[in-house]
């Protein structure tokens, strides 16, 4: 499982969310997605820990925190759900 974290400064790196992770348990992997036409940070990223209860103990401390002048969103990431194709537009 992994932690979503939301509402993140556009200037917060990995090296930084690994910082304050790491107070909670041992962080095994940091993904900060970027936005593909600009490259620019999109002001969430996903951290997986060693086990649930140091997720839990890391979800519990900084949901809602202030970290670089925002008010963190902090909880369990929901599975990615499976995008539809759409209606028409398609090869016959």
Excluded: C, H
């Amino acid at each position: 499982m992994s932690i979503y974290v939301g509402n993140l400064s556009y200037s917060a790196k990995e090296e930084d969310l690994e910082q304050v992770f790491s107070e909670y348990g041992k962080v095994k992997r940091i993904t900060l997605p970027t936005d593909r036409e600009t490259g620019r940070p999109r002001g969430f990223a996903f951290v997986e820990m060693e086990d649930e209860a140091t997720e839990d103990k890391a979800i519990e401390a900084l949901d809602g925190a202030e970290w670089m002048e925002r008010e963190l969103r902090v909880n369990k990431a929901k599975p990615r759900e499976q995008r539809s194709r759409p209606a028409g537009g398609g090869w016959s």
